[in-house]
């Protein structure tokens, strides 16, 4: 039973232009969020994480939204940049779940082209 | 500092061979969980280990698999009998705060193959 979904398997975007990743959780329990980024051949790296007390999180070109009534949080992406091509992750941890545990998408590949 | 380390980086065995992956935290990180990506999928949780604490092996697919840790450093995941469905990345994490919620750092995996 997939708790947290990303139900975008890849985007597209052009260099400079905004990239919006969504990812959809079933969990009420969830309160912490997280997304990774990860190259081919290497681990996942943080990126950025919300905390549900929040419903917005900016870090330089990196922003999270998180909508709790909907159980939907988005990563925006702006300027998109090529070095931004890789696959990102949406993870979720709460109450209740072994601490710390994340449950993961199944990640949308991201490809920003010139 | 050095990040997560593992070996080997892949591991190609045959069908009902045991196989042993390592993990090397980073220093000081009390946490290390044991996740894995099957191929088209999102990382799935295995075992976690906390300090002296009892594992939660909450996510071990079947009695094949086990894992073990000495203290606060090197964790060891062993996969008897492999199956051919064993055959996934095997990813590392670990983490510094025990309460809260805290950044986990991962590993490049371990790609296992099992023909």
């Known amino acids: 039973d997939q708790q947290v979904k990303q139900n975008s398997p890849s985007l597209s975007v052009q260099e400079g232009r905004i990239s919006i990743l969504n990812c959809d959780y079933t969990?009420?329990?969830?309160?912490?969020f997280l997304w990774y980024k990860k190259y081919p051949a290497e681990g996942p790296t943080f990126l950025i994480s919300?905390?549900?007390?929040?419903d917005k999180n900016e870090d330089g070109r990196f922003t999270v939204f998180l909508n709790k009534s909907a159980k939907h949080l988005s990563l925006h992406i702006v300027p998109s940049q090529p070095g931004d091509s890789a696959v990102y992750f949406c993870a979720a941890s709460g109450r209740g779940s072994t601490l710390g545990r994340l449950y993961f998408g199944r990640g949308t590949q991201l490809t920003v082209w010139p | 500092g050095a990040g997560v380390s593992q070996s080997p980086s892949n591991k190609v065995t045959e069908k009902g061979k045991d196989v042993e992956l390592r993990c090397d935290p980073i220093s000081g990180h009390t946490a290390l969980y044991w996740y894995r990506q099957r191929l088209g999928q999102g990382l799935e949780f295995l075992i976690y280990f906390q300090g002296n604490s009892a594992p939660d092996k909450s996510g071990l697919p079947s009695d094949r698999f086990s894992a073990e840790r000495t203290g606060e450093s090197v964790s060891t995941l062993t996969i008897q009998r492999t199956q051919q469905e064993d055959s996934a990345v095997y990813l590392c994490?670990?983490?510094?705060?025990?309460?809260?919620?805290?950044?986990?750092?991962f590993g490049p995996g371990t790609r296992l193959t099992v023909l």
């Open positions: 969990n009420s329990m969830f309160d912490y």
């Open positions: 919300i905390s549900s007390i929040k």
């Open positions: 994490a670990s983490s510094h705060r025990t309460s809260g919620y805290n950044e986990q750092f």
